[in-house]
């Protein structure tokens, strides 16, 4: 039997949720699948404060095995490195978990604030992920760092994470698999694809035919700030609620698995110059971009101008 840990850190609790609405198998199959015993999960367990005490003082002493650990929410270190701003029974959470992931097979950042940081950026509590700050690798546990398995921390960005890709990365970890990893230490599987491949309105955007307001079925990325051309997410691969995505539903992406979420400018607009994002699609050339895009629109066919083809 393996044992898992969920530790809630700087957190909404949005990662917790799409743990629950996990679904074939749902939450309580898969850990009977993969021979998991949960030790604690602060939305499912209901041991005592002082059983949970002493179940983090075994582990971190080593005197219980510790094969999976899972932490939810952005880790505080403020103020001034002593991580006080974020505390268990008065000691710093960053310190109970350098040495919890010090000791286990596995770490895993779940979501985008224990993965990058994400949203703590917007407080003053210096909020960094695990292994990385946005996208300098580091983070709380160091660019070094590797679990007793030998692997670094997988980040499993979003906000929420998945479900099913939580569920795949939970697959892998159990039957020790290491899945391989982009640059930002996300399964490559499911982070090596845009937002914006697969996305209904991909027809529209090649033609630049775009939406100024909502409701429309044209493209978002040119004034209402979609970012799916600049950020890996498998959104539009494997959908939610296995029906359905933002994009598909009329809301831009706001780029939530990027290390660098949240952006700086508002939601739902897109920051331009004479009508061009000042942000391009992923690895594309502004001179080329903006040539290819005046010809694609003036090349634009009828029933995407006129909005007649369905999405
Ligand atoms: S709406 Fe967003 S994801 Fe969809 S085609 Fe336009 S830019 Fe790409």
């Given at each position: 039997m393996l044992t898992a840990l969920w530790m809630q850190c700087g957190a909404c609790g949005g990662d917790t949720m799409s743990l629950l609405g996990m679904e074939s198998p749902h939450l309580p199959a898969l850990l009977d699948e993969l021979q998991v015993e949960l030790l604690w999960h602060p939305s499912l367990s209901n041991g005592s404060p002082a059983y949970y005490q002493n179940l983090i003082s075994d582990l971190r002493r080593g005197r219980r095995p510790l094969d999976l650990l899972l932490v939810e929410g952005f880790v505080s270190t403020g103020p001034e490195g002593s991580g006080a701003f974020d505390t268990f029974k008065g000691e710093a959470k960053a310190d109970i978990l350098t040495e919890l992931a010090a000791r286990a097979g596995v770490v895993l950042a779940v979501g985008t604030c224990a993965s990058f940081g994400g949203i703590g950026k917007l407080s003053e509590i210096d909020a960094v992920g695990l292994q990385f700050h946005h996208q300098q690798p580091g983070g709380l546990l160091g660019r070094q760092f590797r679990s007793t398995r030998g692997w670094p921390v997988i980040n499993i960005p979003g906000c929420p994470v998945h479900p099913t890709v939580l569920k795949d990365v939970l697959y892998a970890a159990c039957e020790e698999t290491a899945p391989p990893l982009n640059a930002f230490q996300a399964p490559e599987d499911w982070?090596?694809?845009?937002?914006?491949?697969?996305?209904?309105r991909n027809e529209y955007h090649e033609y630049r035919v775009e939406d100024d307001d909502f409701g429309g079925p044209g493209c978002m990325f040119f004034h209402l700030g979609c970012r799916g051309p600049l950020t890996y997410s498998p959104c539009n691969k494997i959908l939610w609620n296995n029906r359905n995505s933002k994009t598909n539903a009329g809301t831009p992406c706001f780029g939530c698995t990027h290390p660098d979420f949240p952006q700086e400018h508002p939601f739902f607009h897109t920051p331009s110059i004479i009508d061009i994002p000042l942000e391009l699609p992923d690895g594309v050339d502004r001179a080329h971009y903006l040539a290819y895009k005046g010809m694609a629109a003036a090349a634009a066919p009828e029933r995407l101008v006129k909005r007649t083809s369905k999405v």
């Open positions: 982070f090596g694809v845009l937002v914006h491949q697969g996305c209904t």
